[in-house]
Nanobody
Framework: QVQLVESGGGLVQAGGSLRLSCAASGSIVSVNSMGWYRQAPGNQRELVADITRSGSTNYADSVKGRFTVSRDNAKNTVYLQMNSLKPEDTGIYYC???????????????WGQGTQVTVSS
């Protein structure tokens, strides 16, 4: 069994900062890419940022220069540092991990339960 446990969401004023964390645990052989998605009310879930095991990153245009994704491979943990937050960043943020549970599988995507981020104007 695999679990992704997120923390760090909350309410912040525009211009403020938050840091999200997500730790993967359970029967895991290898964690490949990890990342963050968000979903605002009435909108589809969208990619915010992701990072490969080797550290290559990818960001949505709307967060470039404000958000930083990082990871600790030893802890199977991914972080999202969010600065200069805007009201349009409000939504539920979901952690995603592409991981392998055996040495023979190509990996499956797992999701966290989501954490609410609310940015007030």
């Amino acid at each position: 069994q695999v679990q992704l446990v997120e923390s760090g969401g909350g309410l912040v004023q525009a211009g403020g900062s938050l840091r999200l964390s997500c730790a993967a645990s359970g029967s895991i052989v290898s964690v490949n890419s990890m990342g963050w998605y968000r979903q605002a009310p009435g909108n589809q879930r969208e990619l915010v940022a992701d990072i490969t095991r080797s550290g290559s990153t990818n960001y949505a245009d709307s967060v470039k220069g404000r958000f930083t994704v990082s990871r600790d491979n030893a802890k199977n943990t991914v972080y999202l540092q969010m600065n200069s937050l805007k009201p349009e960043d409000t939504g539920i943020y979901y952690c995603n991990a592409h991981l392998s549970r055996t040495w023979f599988d190509s990996g499956v995507h797992y999701w966290g339960q989501g954490t609410q981020v609310t940015v007030s104007s």
